[in-house]
Structure formats: structure tokens, C-alpha cells
């Protein structure tokens, strides 16, 4: 397909009549951290959920993978939407939906209605989010870009470790005697501010060229998302039943269907969901690769470590959110050196990024095998800070040189697909680690299975620090 590009002047003056203020990029990093937040949030609640609903085990990871499916799923579709009816208008509309949706959570009489209420609120999500990066990269330029950029990517990871430690604050606090529910009640009020805010401080734009929705693609992408992630979320609990092997093995063939759906709209001339011209390139496809990895190991640890210190080192929800407390503490610090740090060495920060964390990880297996089950706060400091350091370093970075050749009339869809890549990716870390762990501790004990899942996350970051050696030595 042909395609001319049109300028970042040109975007602005036809669809952005005003650039992005601080305000208003505070507001979109808002709309970006929520969603994020409520991914790990109810991690340590879990526990509290399952004898307050009387719910499965299965049912439970629902909870989680009903809000992630409808998240990954819903993304690229939420992205072209914005392109083509203005990115705030859907901003706002994702975000009060994600509101009413929360509220909804916190309600639910049972577990099912808490399982509908969290899909329509990772629906609500997939909305939201793919406008925050659309309209960065569409209403900023030059350096305020990248500091933008930088900004969110380090939003975004501070969200996935902070949400783990407020979810363990709220639940024990019991607020009003709400419970776990409070874990959802608080976004209210929280997206009450953020749409004041939006309606004031974030500027409306939308592609120049408004592209029409692949129907086709759309429904492909979204099967061929759910014939990976829903039998990998709920085989075990399920017991992998036949519809579970029967899905994965339709993974390959609905994934190589949507491929060869979007390469012949591509060559008549029509607007595929992904265009492939996007991964022609070069900085986006890279990251996007490097992103699979460090998703994956980062949310399959945030959730194993969650159930290893409640249900095996005895630690209660407050305790145990506030032994990653370091982590949260270090990515902040570190990703506010991040920009900096890029100018000067510019991709390499990503693979010394790398080494820092497989050196955290390493000190927080030593403390696990040396002080099990009495490790807390102060077993897991070290391990942690130096981790949260080492992500700082990558997630950031990565994010930025994936959006930084994607052209302005392109940002919905592009951002659409990274931030579809990412929840992705998480949520196969759960499915995956958190496997892996959960079936190791009937033989192997806690201690070893803990162990032996951290072992594995050290091999996917090592394989992240060797792709980010293919990566452009400059970051734009």
C-alpha cells in the first residue's frame, strides 16, 4: 500500500489546534497508570476475594484473565478508533467507562458478576489507553517528545509494582469495611479528577486521514489473542481439558489466517488493522521483540512473588506489597536519570539495563534460598532496589523506540500495538511462571519451586539483553 506520510506540523495544525501542556500530559500518564495498576493490584487481594465470593481457584483467575483477554484483545481496535473519531473523545469515553466499571467491581454480590465487571473494565481500558502515546506522539515534538515518552514508559512501570503494594495497603486498611473491594473503589474517585482534568488540559486529535476499521482483521486479531491467552490462563486450574490443547493448536493457523487477511488488504489498496508497513520499521520491530521478554518475566515474578511470600513465607498482604516497595522506590529514582542517560549512550543503556536486573534477581535467589521462609523487608531489599533499578533502565527506553519512527497519522494504531504486545505479554507471564510455579510446589516444595521459577525469569532476561544489542544505537 502507498502511503504518504503526513508531518508532525501538519497533524497539529489540521487536527491538534494545541500542544500538550504539563497539565494535560499528567492527565494522559493518569489514564495510562490506571489500567496498569488494576492488572497487578489484585494479586494480593486474591486471597480475600476467594473466601469472602466463595469462589474457585478457577474462577479466580478470571478475575485476572478476564480483565487481561479483554484488554490485549480490544487494543488495536481501541488505537484506530481514536484515529478515526478524535483520540480525546475516546479517551474520555474509555475513562469513564472505566469508572462506572470499577464501580461495578467493587459492587459485584458474587464471583461471576466480579468476572463480567472486570472484562468490561479491561474492555474500558483498551479504549483509554492507546490515546495517551497517539496524542503524545501527535500534539509533542523534538525533545519535549522524548521526555514525554520517557515519562510514560517510566509511568508504566512504577504503575505495575505500585499497584501490587497499594492492593496489599488497601486490603488490609478494610477501608469502611469494604475489604478487597476498595482495590477497585478507589479508581472512582481517581477518574472523577482525571476526566475534570481531560476536559480542560488535553487537546482533541485524530489522523488527518481517518482510516475505517478492518472488520476482518479485527475479529482474527481478536481470535487468534484468546486461542493463545485463554487456554494458557486457565488450562491448569481447569486441568487442561480438550478445548484448552484444541485452542492452542488453532493458535498457529488463526494467527497465520490474520496475517495473510492483512498482507492482501495491504496490496489492494484497503487499511489492514496492522498495516504491515509498520513493522517495516526497524526501531518498532525491534523493541517490540525485546518487550515479550521483559513483560513476560516481569509480571510472571510480580505474581509468584506475591503468592510465594503470602502463602509460604506467612506474610500478610501489607507485608508482603511492602517488600517490592524497594523496587517501586529505585525504577522511580532511576528513570528520572533514564532520559539522560539515553542522550549520552543512547540504546546500551537498555542492555546495561539487563545486567542490573539479573543481578537483582540473583540477590533476591540468594536471600530465597538462605533465609526461607523468614525472608521479608529486609531479606529482599537489595534484590529488589537492584532490579527496580536494572527495569528502569529497559521498560522506559523500549517504549520510547518503538513509537520513534511511527508517524504521527499513524500513532493510534502504532500505539495500539505496543501497548497490545505488552499486555500481551503479561499476561502470558502469569500464564506461564505462574504456572510453572504453582505445579512445582506439590513436589518440589515453596523454597525449591520459588527458586526454580526465578532461575528461568534469569534466562528470559538474558535473552532480553541479547536483543537489545539489535537495537538502533540511537534513540530518537
Same mark, same amino acid.
Given at each position: 500500500m502507498?502511503?504518504?506520510?503526513t !508531518?508532525?506540523a501538519?497533524?497539529?495544525t489540521?487536527?491538534?489546534?494545541?500542544? &500538550?501542556g504539563?497539565l494535560?500530559?499528567? $492527565?494522559v500518564l493518569?489514564?495510562?497508570a490506571?489500567?496498569?495498576i488494576?492488572f497487578?493490584?489484585v494479586n494480593?487481594?486474591?486471597?480475600t476475594m476467594?473466601?469472602?465470593l466463595?469462589?474457585?481457584?478457577?474462577?479466580?483467575?478470571l478475575v485476572?484473565?478476564g480483565?487481561?483477554l479483554a484488554y490485549?484483545?480490544l487494543l488495536v481496535?481501541g488505537g +484506530?478508533l481514536?484515529?478515526?473519531?478524535?483520540r480525546?473523545?475516546l479517551? =474520555?469515553g474509555?475513562?469513564?467507562?472505566?469508572?462506572?466499571t470499577? &464501580?461495578?467491581?467493587g459492587?459485584?454480590p458474587d464471583?461471576?458478576?466480579?468476572v463480567?465487571a +472486570?472484562v468490561? *473494565?479491561g474492555?474500558s481500558?483498551?479504549?483509554?489507553?492507546?490515546?495517551?502515546?497517539?496524542?503524545?506522539?501527535?500534539?509533542?515534538e523534538?525533545?519535549r517528545?522524548a521526555?514525554?515518552?520517557s515519562?510514560?514508559?517510566?509511568t508504566?512501570?512504577?504503575?505495575?509494582?505500585a499497584?501490587q503494594?497499594?492492593?496489599?495497603v488497601?486490603? /488490609?486498611?478494610? &477501608?469502611a469495611g469494604s475489604?478487597?473491594?476498595?482495590?477497585?473503589?478507589?479508581?472512582?474517585?481517581?477518574?472523577?479528577?482525571?476526566?475534570? =482534568?481531560?476536559v480542560? /488540559?488535553?487537546?482533541?486529535t485524530?489522523?488527518?486521514r481517518p482510516?475505517?476499521v478492518d472488520?476482518?482483521? !479485527?475479529v482474527l486479531?481478536?481470535a487468534?489473542?484468546?486461542?493463545l491467552?485463554?487456554?494458557?490462563?486457565?488450562?491448569?486450574a481447569?486441568g487442561?481439558p =480438550?478445548?484448552?490443547w484444541l485452542s492452542?493448536?488453532a493458535?498457529?493457523?488463526v494467527?497465520g489466517?490474520f496475517?495473510?487477511?492483512?498482507r492482501?488488504a495491504?496490496?489492494q489498496?484497503r487499511t489492514p488493522l496492522?498495516?504491515?508497513s509498520?513493522f517495516?520499521l526497524?526501531p518498532l520491530?525491534?523493541?517490540l521483540?525485546?518487550m515479550v521478554?521483559?513483560a513476560i518475566g516481569f509480571s510472571?515474578?510480580?505474581?509468584?512473588?506475591a #503468592?510465594?511470600l503470602?502463602s509460604?513465607?506467612?506474610?500478610g498482604?501489607?507485608?508482603?506489597? @511492602?517488600?517490592?516497595?524497594p523496587?517501586a =522506590?529505585?525504577?522511580? &529514582?532511576v528513570s528520572l536519570?533514564?532520559?539522560?542517560l539515553? $542522550?549520552r549512550f543512547?540504546?546500551r543503556?537498555v542492555?546495561?539495563?539487563?545486567?542490573?536486573?539479573a #543481578?537483582?534477581v540473583?540477590l533476591i535467589?540468594?536471600?530465597v534460598?538462605?533465609?526461607?521462609p523468614?525472608v521479608?523487608?529486609?531479606?529482599l531489599?537489595p534484590?529488589?532496589?537492584?532490579?527496580g533499578a536494572?527495569?528502569?533502565?529497559?521498560?522506559p527506553?523500549v517504549?520510547r523506540?518503538?513509537m520513534?519512527? #511511527?508517524?504521527?497519522?499513524?500513532a493510534g494504531?502504532g500505539?495500539?500495538?505496543?501497548?497490545t $504486545? *505488552? *499486555?500481551?505479554s %503479561?499476561? %502470558?507471564?502469569?500464564?506461564?511462571l505462574?504456572?510453572l510455579?504453582?505445579? @512445582?510446589?506439590p513436589g518440589?516444595?515453596?523454597r525449591?519451586a520459588? #527458586?526454580t !521459577?526465578?532461575?528461568?525469569?534469569?534466562?528470559?532476561i538474558?535473552v532480553?539483553?541479547?536483543l537489545s544489542?539489535r537495537l538502533p544505537?540511537?534513540?530518537?
Open positions: 502507498t502511503e504518504t506520510l !508531518t508532525p501538519a497533524v497539529r489540521s487536527a491538534a489546534p494545541r500542544a &500538550l504539563s494535560g500530559l499528567f $492527565t493518569l489514564g495510562a490506571l489500567p496498569l488494576d497487578f493490584i494480593v487481594a486474591l486471597p476467594g473466601r469472602d466463595a469462589a474457585s481457584e478457577s474462577v479466580l483467575e485476572v484473565a480483565y487481561g490485549a484483545v481496535l +484506530r481514536g484515529d478515526l473519531f478524535g480525546r473523545r479517551f =474520555l474509555g475513562m469513564a467507562a472505566f469508572g462506572l470499577s &464501580l461495578a467491581c459492587l459485584a464471583a461471576w458478576s466480579l463480567a +472486570r468490561a *473494565q474492555a481500558a483498551a479504549a483509554m489507553v492507546p490515546q495517551v502515546l497517539a496524542t503524545i506522539q501527535s500534539s509533542t523534538g525533545p517528545r521526555k514525554a515518552m515519562l510514560y514508559g517510566a508504566a512501570g512504577l504503575a505495575m509494582v499497584g503494594i497499594l492492593g496489599g488497601l486490603v /488490609a486498611a478494610d &477501608l475489604g478487597w473491594r476498595s482495590v477497585f473503589l478507589v479508581n472512582v474517585p481517581v477518574v472523577v479528577v482525571g476526566l475534570v =482534568l481531560a480542560r /488540559a488535553v487537546p482533541e485524530r489522523s488527518p482510516e475505517p472488520g476482518p482483521g !479485527t486479531l481478536a487468534a489473542l484468546l486461542t491467552l485463554a487456554p494458557l490462563t486457565e488450562g491448569r481447569a487442561w =480438550l478445548w484448552t492452542l493448536a493458535f498457529p493457523l494467527t489466517a496475517l495473510a487477511v492483512e492482501r495491504d496490496r489498496g496492522v498495516p504491515p509498520l517495516a526497524t520491530r525491534r523493541g521483540t525485546i521478554p521483559f510472571g515474578f510480580m505474581f509468584v512473588i #503468592v510465594a503470602q509460604g513465607a506467612g506474610l498482604p501489607v507485608r508482603a506489597g @511492602l517488600a517490592l516497595a523496587m =522506590l529505585a525504577f522511580f &529514582l536519570a533514564g532520559p539522560r539515553v $542522550t543512547g540504546a543503556v542492555t546495561a539495563g539487563a545486567v542490573v536486573q #543481578v537483582g540473583v535467589l540468594l536471600a534460598r538462605a533465609d526461607w523468614d521479608g523487608f529486609v531479606a531489599l534484590g529488589a532496589a537492584v532490579a536494572g527495569q528502569a533502565l529497559q521498560l527506553v517504549m523506540i518503538v520513534s519512527e #511511527v508517524p504521527p497519522a499513524r494504531v500505539s495500539g500495538v505496543m501497548v $504486545t *505488552q *499486555q500481551a %503479561l499476561a %502470558l507471564g502469569v500464564a506461564t505462574g504456572t510455579f504453582l505445579s @512445582l510446589v518440589m516444595g515453596m525449591n520459588l #527458586v !521459577t526465578l532461575v528461568v525469569q534469569l534466562g528470559g538474558v532480553t539483553g541479547l544489542l544505537r540511537r534513540v530518537g
